[in-house]
């Protein structure tokens, strides 16, 4: 059984920064395109960065430059360091990962690949 847990969210203050974990299992992870999602109240779902199997990544523009995604195969992790965070970063941050061939990685609707549940991201003064 896949499992895709998401861990180091929580509370910052703007221009603070966070690194969220993905730790992956039950999957060949090499073989996995990973990618973290965000969703804000009211808002649909969207990609914040992506990495494919072989690290390539791809970021949104609202946080490219300030976020890296980077990903580790021998401990089946993926991990988003997040700076100089403001309020509009405010979400929960969602793991993704697919298996993929793709040497870029490319977004994912909600129906596609296994999810993590979720980790609430807080960004307020």
């Known amino acids: 059984q896949v499992h895709l847990v998401e861990s180091g969210g929580g509370l910052v203050q703007p221009g603070g920064s966070l690194r969220l974990s993905c730790a992956a299992s039950g999957i060949i992870f090499s073989r996995y395109a990973m990618g973290w999602y965000r969703q804000a109240a009211g808002n649909q779902r969207e990609l914040v960065a992506g990495?494919?199997?072989?690290?390539?990544?791809l970021y949104s523009q609202s946080v490219k430059g300030r976020f890296t995604i980077s990903r580790d195969n021998a401990k089946s992790t993926v991990t988003l360091q997040m700076n100089s965070l403001n309020p509009e970063d405010t979400a929960v941050y969602y793991c993704?990962?697919?298996?993929?061939?793709?040497?870029?990685?490319?977004?994912?609707?909600?129906?596609?690949?296994?999810w993590g549940q979720g980790t609430q991201v807080i960004v307020s003064s």
């Open positions: 993704n990962g697919r298996e993929s061939s793709s040497s870029v990685y490319i977004a994912v609707g909600p129906g596609t690949g296994h």
């Open positions: 990495i494919s199997r072989v690290g390539t990544p």
